[in-house]
């Protein structure tokens, strides 16, 4: 049976990638709901889960509907460790999903509001398009595709307009969810054969938000499906929403045509926080918070500590103040800067920024005005010579860089001229209140 499931799964993956990943497979067991396949080494096994998991369950659950998890073991003469050659590996592992009928939206945290959402330089251009969406008029750009880093607002921006729309229009069908929800949707009704069902689902929606894209990236058939259900809606002028942690050309894995169908619309991207944007979003929170804690006392600059030190992320920017808050109304102290520092060292210390030897190189050179090449460069004239330790002194104490690190990064010198080079620079900082200054100033640059 599975030779023959094996020739299906060739008709559609293709000779080559049926040859590399798929052939090398040996269905060891069924049981318990579960198959088990041999291969022969564990990055096989990983490869094949990823990448064509949600595949092989659909020809599987075919023919064995009872079969719900994949299982992938290295055969035992092959194994990489051959201590613990039973070992399972991985598993493609489906979430149960009730597919009757309703097509329940993912549940929206009720935070998530444009109201609570801070706008700056870094983000005021995906809150504009997310307002825009969110007034529901005819489609102007469709997909909207917000993409950014970790904790920037991209879910906190989508289920803001989900919110409002589902609250102006109560009829309006609007559908978020995470495109791993997606795909265990789509496993599901092909596993239960409700594929017709989930197509008209999916095509019934007026608006279709779907957050992390990125997740469906080597999910061969869940992009397949994916991709029909977007042109669809699409051809219908049905709003799309969609959100992912790079630019559409930048998702590794993602067929092209899809790319390109989701650049089509819209894309905005949420920038890292700066020091105003981060100082607003804490002023925000603290208004939120006096709610709560009313007699909190805060000292001033602890708010701008926070802003300075604290990285992008919005998420880590919020989990330390609410730990802050906590922690003072616990100990019924009123929060100082030394409070601060005591209560969240860990997170500080954690988010202090990394500095590369390049920005130091280019910071350093910038502000004595010569050329990086000059600084990286052999010449011995002062004018470079200065600067050139500089910048190594700040690389010594900035980053993690190791001296011969430090020095192969300055056209190849020898770790015991920048060792000679940062204690120059102590020395001088000592006695050098020019020197003193310079070095306060470019560390402060870029700490940002
Ligand atoms: P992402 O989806 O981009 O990883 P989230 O939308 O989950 O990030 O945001 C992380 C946290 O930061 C959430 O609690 C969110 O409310 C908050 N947040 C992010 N950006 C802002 C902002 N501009 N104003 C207020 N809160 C924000
Ligand atoms: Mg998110």
Redesign the pocket.
Known sequence: QWGRLKQKIQDSVGQSNYRNWIEPLELAEVSGGIATFQVPTSFLGNYVSQHYGDLILYQISSIDPKVRRLNFRVAANCAARPSQPDAPRTAAAVQPVRTDGALPSAPL?D??RFE?????KP?ELA?AAAKRVAEGGPTTFNPLFLY????????????AIAWDLTTARPDMNVLYLSAEQFMYRFVQALRDRKMMDFKELFRSVDVLMV??VQFIAGKDSTQEEFFHTFNALVDQNKQIVI?A?CAPGEIANLEDRIKSRLQCGLVVD?HP?DYE?RL??LQ??LDRHREQYPDLMLNDGVLEFLAHRIST???V??GALTRLFAFASLVRQPITLELTQDCLADVLRASERKVSVEEIQRKVSDHYNIRLSDMIGPKRLRAFARPRQVAMYLCKQMTSRSLPEIGRRFGGRDHTTVMHGVKRIEELRIQDAQIADDLELLRRTLEG
Do not use: A, P, Q, Y
């Not at 609570?116 to 700056?120: K, L």
């Not at 950014?148 to 289920?159: D, E, I, N, R, S």
């Open positions: 945290d935070r998530f609570t959402f801070v706008v700056g983000n809150h950014g880093g970790v904790g920037l607002g991209k879910t906190h921006l989508m289920h957050d992390d959100s942690d949420l926080t944007l607003g979003i925000s929170k992320n919005v998420r920017l919020e």
